[in-house]
């Protein structure tokens, strides 16, 4: 008799979603790989005027590019889930406009998921 619950499908593979985390602050959407905590205060003292994603109330989660494990730490602004069988469908508007948390499944593996908003502001400055 196989139990199955929310981590673990009977073979053992993950049942989870996988997490994707981007910044955005340079104008291009650069995926980070080494995630860390980084007090309020210094965050907001470091990026003025950009709204990360929060890891607890006092602290702001920032990460490394991926591959990059000695580059500059950059503030996480969107957190993307990955479905576990994505249809990677080709990137439309519901992809652009989406939340900056949301789920992704189209073929851009998230990197486009929510940008929208972040091309829109870049295009006024």
Not at 63 to 73: K, M, N, S, V
Not at 75 to 91: L, N
Request: glycine share 14%.
């Amino acid at each position: 008799m196989y139990y199955i619950n929310h981590i673990n499908t009977p073979t053992g593979a993950s049942n989870m979603a996988t997490f994707k985390k981007f910044s955005d602050i340079t104008g291009e959407a650069v995926e980070l790989g080494t995630q860390t905590q980084m007090e309020n205060a210094e965050f907001a003292a470091r990026w003025p005027g950009v709204k990360g994603m929060r890891a607890d109330g006092y602290t702001m989660w920032v990460g490394r590019p991926l591959g990059g494990a000695e580059g500059p730490l950059q503030p996480v602004t969107r957190m993307i889930e990955m479905k576990r069988f994505p249809s990677r469908h080709e990137c439309n508007g519901k992809c652009l406009g989406g939340k900056r948390n949301g789920v992704c499944e189209c073929q851009c593996g998230g990197k486009n998921h929510g940008r929208g908003m972040f091309s829109s502001l870049l295009a006024a400055a």
